[in-house]
């Protein structure tokens, strides 16, 4: 159980296009959903939290007009990169926690190459 | 806010040797701690946790202790094998919506 799927995989993209990453939990409901960035050899970086039907909560830095995060259901979280830019070229990973949960499980991860 | 350092950040052992890794955490309020494993270019995946009620836990070749009185906690790997090679990252649970706060990881190599 807890199952986590990411889609795309990975993704190749134009500078100044936007790109749309979905996180869905399989076998349970999100409650709350974790979007990371990661860079090669190093850790994951936390960029925002969702929980469902509320706005995401964003860590400092992080742009939130340039990373759209909507959590519309207790399966899907979506992660928009608007107006892309090779900087934005990365490893994009979601996680998904249930109410109560302590845990958090991920997805397996989204590669973005931006052109 | 939390902070979690993680030692060493490369760690090389031969097949059959122990493994441990280690990892402070700043804040006394953190109550669960799991450990990830990650291969190259895929998932973390959870290899065990511990909450702050718990001084140890154990599963076949892997275990982890918490010390909170000194915040830091620790992953053992006993008879390692080669595909225990992966980075490994600590977390400590921190902040009001179950945030987990990664260390910096830890690569592991077992030679064969």
């Known amino acids: 159980g807890a199952v986590v799927s990411q889609h795309p995989s990975w993704v190749i993209c134009k500078s100044g296009t936007s790109v749309k990453i979905e996180c869905r939990s399989l076998?349970?409901?999100?409650?709350?959903m974790f979007w990371y960035r990661q860079f090669p050899k190093q850790s994951l970086m936390l960029m925002a939290t969702?929980?469902?039907?509320?706005?995401?909560?964003?860590e400092q830095g992080v742009e939130k007009d340039k990373f759209l995060i909507n959590h519309a259901s207790l399966t899907l979280s979506t992660l928009t990169v608007t107006s892309a830019h090779p900087e934005d070229s990365s490893f994009y990973i979601c996680?998904?926690?249930?109410?109560?949960?302590?845990?958090?499980?991920f997805g397996p991860g989204t590669r973005l190459t931006v052109l | 806010g939390e902070n979690v350092e993680q030692h060493p950040s490369t760690l090389s052992v031969q097949e059959g040797d122990s493994a441990v890794i280690k990892c402070t955490y700043s804040d006394s309020a953190s109550n669960y701690f799991p450990w990830y494993k990650q291969e190259l270019g895929k998932r973390p995946q959870l290899i065990i946790d511990?909450?702050?009620?718990?001084g140890e836990k154990k599963d076949q070749r892997i275990a982890v202790t918490l010390n909170k009185t000194a915040k830091h906690f620790s992953l053992h790997i006993t008879e390692t094998q080669p595909e225990d090679s992966a980075v490994y990252f600590c977390a400590a649970k921190g902040g009001s919506q179950g945030n987990l706060i990664f260390g910096k990881g830890t690569k592991l190599s077992v030679k064969p």
């Open positions: 969702s929980n469902e039907g509320s706005k995401a909560t964003y």
């Open positions: 076998d349970f409901q999100a409650t709350t």
């Open positions: 511990i909450r702050s009620n718990v």
């Open positions: 996680s998904a926690m249930a109410g109560g949960w302590d845990t958090q499980y």
